[in-house]
């Protein structure tokens, strides 16, 4: 891989790291959120509804599961594309 496509590839891999982060880490916190309030008898179903997708007149519900699914893949694949194409630095380098 050339030296721009390499560039190019971590700047593209950097760029989509918080776009599948932001809306992983907000399933991953109303989820707990939802049960922590829950197990206290506050029944937080708008948490709920964020956990599946459901951003007040945005519902993405039918899709969320299957969009945040390909963003975790997407962001893995180009990570590990990243790290297996790094050039390899010889023994006198180190």
């Known amino acids: 891989m050339?030296?721009?496509l390499?560039?190019?590839?971590?700047?593209?891999?950097?760029?989509?790291?918080?776009?599948a982060a932001a809306p992983l880490l907000?399933?991953?916190?109303?989820?707990s959120l939802y049960s922590l309030l829950l197990e206290q008898g506050v029944?937080?179903?708008w948490l709920l509804k964020i956990h599946t997708g459901r951003?007040?007149?945005?519902?993405?519900?039918?899709?969320?599961?299957?969009?945040?699914?390909?963003?975790?893949?997407?962001?893995?694949v180009s990570g590990v594309g990243i790290l297996l194409t790094r050039p390899r630095r010889s023994m006198s380098e180190r």
């Open 6 to 19: 390499t560039q190019r590839a971590r700047r593209l891999h950097q760029l989509l790291v918080p776009l």
């Open 43 to 45: 029944d937080a179903f």
């Open 55 to 76: 951003f007040g007149p945005l519902n993405l519900q039918p899709y969320y599961s299957i969009l945040l699914g390909l963003a975790t893949l997407v962001v893995i």
């Open 2 to 4: 050339s030296r721009s």
């Open 26 to 31: 907000l399933t991953a916190a109303s989820g």
